[in-house]
């Protein structure tokens, strides 16, 4: 998957072509958005039964429609973007409802149109924006662990990530350090410089998800702000739990 770039959403754009690359990366925009998508749906109050064809009928909807290639990156971040066209097709699903139970017909509106809502029909309640915000949060941290986890297997350290995967959300306090310095047989200090490269890792890997949906570094700052404060929600609900949330 190509690097960040200053003039073009990698992904995004390149799901807009044609070819295996252009539908290998469409795969790859649903299936990072799916769970997100997911958690909006849930949070919107949906029947439990009905959840899962909603979300499968938004992305089919998405490819058949290519919505996705009217996704412009000078008008905002493509989460944003998704967010709106989201919204809108449960606006146009329960519209064919209606329509069905009047004998009507239906069809979904265009999303060429300006995605702002001045008429605030889109934004009746933040908590569905909350689980979106932050399952899309954890699903971009979920896939970073996922690259960093390959990277340690094929470096040869895989047993070293494994003992302290649970340090990437929350460092070490000094009982921890002693009890994996015994097992592993590390000096503390070299050990602390372990986690350390791990967890500065990891945030690299984080911008470098981000930056595949974002047109410039403003947008992966913006991005990187909103991550961390939905991933802030998601730490505070973990300790509510006994969880930790990486």
């Given at each position: ?122 934004a009746d309640d933040d908590t569905p924006e909350v689980a979106f915000d932050q399952t ?111």
């Amino acid at each position: 998957m190509a690097k960040f770039n200053s003039t073009q959403w990698s992904v995004v754009l390149l799901a807009g072509g044609d070819g295996a690359d252009a539908r290998e990366a469409l795969a790859t925009l649903c299936r990072t958005y799916r769970p997100p998508v997911l958690a909006f749906i849930r949070a919107r109050g949906y029947a439990a039964d009905a959840i899962d064809d909603l979300a499968q009928e938004f992305f089919t909807q998405l490819i058949e429609h290519a919505w996705h290639v009217d996704a412009d990156p000078a008008r905002g971040r493509f989460r944003a973007f998704l967010l709106i066209a989201l919204k809108r097709f449960l606006i146009d699903v329960e519209v064919q409802t209606r329509a069905q139970k009047r004998g009507g017909g239906f069809r979904f509106r265009s999303l060429e149109q300006d995605t702002t809502d001045p008429s605030g029909i889109l934004a009746d309640d933040d908590t569905p924006e909350v689980a979106f915000d932050q399952t899309w949060a954890a699903t971009v941290i979920d896939s970073a662990k996922r690259r960093l986890r390959a990277e340690a297997a094929a470096a040869g350290k895989l047993d070293l990530y494994e003992q302290l995967c649970e340090f990437l959300g929350e460092r070490p306090d000094e009982a921890d350090y002693e009890r994996i310095a015994e097992t592993l047989q590390m000096r503390r200090n070299t050990l602390a410089v372990a986690v350390h490269r791990l967890r500065h890792r990891l945030r690299e890997l984080v911008r470098d998800e981000l930056a595949q949906t974002t047109a410039n570094r403003a947008q992966q700052d913006a991005e990187w702000r909103d991550l961390r404060r939905s991933f802030g929600r998601i730490m505070q609900d973990a300790e509510e739990n006994g969880s930790k949330p990486l």
